[in-house]
């Protein structure tokens, strides 16, 4: 009871007394589609309390911009907090959680990489989901609580992968079985594992530059799209997109060019000659060219903007005085005021720093980030090698010893490090790094 009647002051105290009127005054956003409802539920409230007065439900203009409000349901909800836990998108921006509910569920595939294991993680979330009106029901521990609310995230985790297709004789699934257990096994699998986290990397890092332009054009931010959305696209693929069509080019042609000293002397000689790491005609005048561009892209994102604020907020700032001249007595004595205070608003510097803090920030990030992207190939690594441990020096050398007591310790142990190491461990590890990606390099 006490609880209910604190409940009940706390709101009360959201609303405000109208003298006059002898009521209550409450303001408050809705979405839309909620209008109905609420006008019903507050006729009900009316009935059930004998009310004398009616409750009057009416719309209001307002000059602030409305609370961000996204529909989710049961299988969405866990994907949009995953989103509004680093930032909550403004009013009527894009919504990344759209794309993180397959991104985000790939990349952890490709961090966490086994097949087996996934069927584990997916048996359980479906054990999850087939209770899922029972265990709403119940109080659950923190953990618990936990795997309950990301049961759908859990559900599109498992690691299905369709690996390399060779020439004449494919393999639909995973990679040649013929690298398992050669010398050459754990360098082939480096080689296409780092490049693929490459490719991937410059595709999600693309996509949330490309979400920025539907903002800026859905807002009519042109100066936004062509000194921000443009020249971003161009450092970003003039560089890391080049790299990534230099992989598939090498992919496809099995040339052996070395990519780390093609981009390096990309920067340092580009007028050299390429010599064995030529993979294509042309290759150099178009290396010139594309670090030009990349170079000429970074001013382009700094000096612009700034200015063109500038000049338009000088030009409507000498808007406002000419209409002065047209006012009446009243309007002259005000008005000098309010513009001037408008004037003093726009601070050059301020908007200039910040503009300088973006674009080192984006051109630092560019390389950074793609770097970053490389934990999909070092956690797929950490646990296929994990895997072979814990499957040959455990389960296997315990069973060689023709001993009944040893093979079943060594299954013990061979089931407890499954279980709590590559299953929870190994789960949460790549959780958080594929959580890192989206929030780091693709949201920002």
Request: one cysteine or more; charged letters at 15%.
């Amino acid at each position: 009871m006490v609880r209910r009647e604190k409940a009940v002051y706390d709101i009360l105290d959201m609303l405000n007394f109208d003298v006059t009127k002898k009521c209550l005054v409450g303001e408050g956003w809705c979405p839309i589609f909620a209008k109905a409802q609420i006008h019903e539920v507050l006729q009900r409230a009316t009935f059930d309390s004998n009310s004398q007065v009616g409750i009057i439900f009416h719309v209001m203009d307002a000059v602030d911009s409305p609370p961000t409000y996204f529909r989710t349901n049961h299988f969405t909800n866990a994907f949009q907090e995953i989103v509004d836990a680093y930032g909550v998108a403004r009013y009527e921006e894009a919504n990344p959680a759209v794309y993180t509910v397959i991104t985000f569920p790939f990349l952890f595939a490709v961090m966490f990489g086994d097949w087996g294991h996934g069927i584990c993680l997916l048996l359980g979330a479906l054990v999850l989901i087939a209770r899922e009106s029972r265990l709403s029901t119940q109080k659950l521990g923190s953990f618990m609580e936990m795997l309950f609310g990301g049961r759908y995230v859990l559900l599109l985790i498992d690691a299905h992968t369709v690996g390399l297709v060779k020439y004449r004789d494919p393999y639909p699934f995973g990679v040649d079985p013929s690298w398992c257990g050669s010398r050459s096994e754990l360098p082939f699998l480096n080689s296409l594992k780092m490049k693929m986290s490459i490719l991937l990397g410059v595709a999600q890092m693309n996509l949330g530059i490309i979400l920025s332009y539907f903002n800026a054009h859905f807002f009519g931010s042109s100066l936004d799209i062509w000194y921000q959305f443009v020249p971003q696209m161009i450092f970003l693929n003039c560089l890391f997109g080049y790299l990534s069509l230099l992989i598939i080019i090498k992919w496809c042609t099995g040339f052996q060019a070395d990519l780390y000293h093609v981009m390096i002397y990309m920067f340092l000689s580009p007028t050299d000659d390429l010599g064995d790491n030529q993979l294509f005609w042309g290759q150099r005048p178009l290396q010139i060219l594309l670090l030009l561009l990349a170079i000429v892209a970074v001013p382009w994102m700094l000096l612009p903007k700034p200015f063109i604020l500038k000049k338009f907020h000088s030009e409507r700032f000498q808007g406002r005085t000419y209409r002065m001249l047209g006012a009446s007595e009243m309007d002259i004595d005000v008005e000098p005021d309010s513009a001037r205070q408008h004037h003093e608003e726009f601070n050059f510097s301020e908007v200039f720093v910040h503009q300088m803090i973006h674009s080192i920030e984006f051109v630092l990030g560019a390389v950074s980030n793609t770097a970053s992207y490389l934990r999909l190939w070092a956690l797929s690594l950490a646990h296929s090698e994990l895997s072979t441990v814990f499957y040959e020096k455990v389960l296997l050398l315990a069973w060689g010893y023709d001993n009944i007591v040893i093979g079943l310790l060594g299954l013990a142990v061979f089931a407890f490090a499954t279980a709590f190491i590559l299953l929870m461990m190994e789960t949460l590890s790549a959780f958080l790094h594929a959580l890192r990606l989206h929030w780091v390099e693709f949201q920002n």
